[in-house]
């Protein structure tokens, strides 16, 4: 019962780790800096009240999507994360598509757009009218 017990220890820790492992490599982050278009911070707070809970209702494989504001609403920070390209590649079509797009693309400016990860050739194409700017992981871990 001992061997057994520390047999199973083992293999759920390594199994564990092994899951870290790709998750760290094939990860998609979203690193969005936005300027808050003058006059829209209101209606850009109104319109992340309906937006993040469809984006949350509508893509179960979206595993962080948070905006921050600054104290005066002028700018933006917002994080996505992504077990792989292809869940952001789905988050990318679903929000061209969605109700929400044209008003947020209107109420910001974009000053940088990060895709960190190993994103592929259909994500980058994906985001294009955004950005070009992708960063493949080179070393690191998950917790």
């Known amino acids: 019962m001992k061997l057994l017990t520390i047999f199973l220890a083992f293999f759920i820790s390594t199994t564990a780790f092994a899951g870290h492992h790709e998750a760290s490599e094939n990860q998609i982050i979203f690193a969005i800096n936005a300027d808050i278009v003058d006059g829209k911070a209101e209606s850009f707070r109104s319109l992340l009240k309906e937006m993040v809970p469809a984006v949350k ?15 005066d609403d002028t700018k933006l920070t917002l994080i996505e994360v992504y077990p792989n390209s292809e869940a952001a590649v789905f988050h990318m079509t679903a929000f061209g598509v969605s109700p929400f797009a044209d008003e947020f693309l209107a109420s910001i400016n974009i ?33």
């Open 57 to 71: 209702a509508s893509e179960p494989n979206t595993i962080r999507y948070q905006y921050f504001l600054n104290s």
């Open 111 to 143: 000053t940088s757009f990060v895709v960190a990860g190993n994103a592929s050739a259909e994500l980058m194409e994906a985001v294009a009218p955004f950005t070009s700017d992708n960063r493949p992981f080179v070393q690191g871990f998950i917790r």
